[in-house]
Nanobody, 124 residues
Framework: QVQLVESGGGLVQAGGSLRLSCAASGRTFSTYYMAWFRQAPGKEREFVAAINWSGGSTLYGDSVKGRFTISIENAKNTLYLQMTSLKSEDTAVYYC?????????????????WGQGTQVTVSS
């Protein structure tokens, strides 16, 4: 079992920055990839970014490339998402997820463990 707890969400103005954190506990040694997804009201869940446990491989969704950076601090078992140049369309609940698979990391079905989510609201 892997437990995930997100933090760092909040209200920010357009153009601003925010950093999300996700603390992982439990059988983290069995985790191959960790990721961030988001879901806005009335919309489907969207892939944001993924990173392997060693931090050497990353993948980003098209809508956040060049603005968001995913990183991982193994010593603290913590995943981060640094968000810059935020737009109103980035408003959503952001979820941390962990996968024990090596394929399909851009899809939600690859992730068996999820956090409770943290709200990010960008005001225009």
């Amino acid at each position: 079992q892997v437990q995930l707890v997100e933090s760092g969400g909040g209200l920010v103005q357009a153009g601003g920055s925010l950093r999300l954190s996700c603390a992982a506990s439990g059988r983290t040694f069995s985790t191959y990839y960790m990721a961030w997804f988001r879901q806005a009201p009335g919309k489907e869940r969207e892939f944001v970014a993924a990173i392997n446990w060693s931090g050497g491989s990353t993948l980003y969704g098209d809508s956040v490339k060049g603005r968001f950076t995913i990183s991982i601090e193994n010593a603290k078992n913590t995943l981060y998402l640094q968000m810059t140049s935020l737009k109103s369309e980035d408003t959503a609940v952001y979820y941390c997820a962990a996968s024990r698979l090596l394929v399909g990391i851009g899809t939600g079905s690859a992730y068996g463990y999820w956090g409770q989510g943290t709200q990010v609201t960008v005001s225009s």
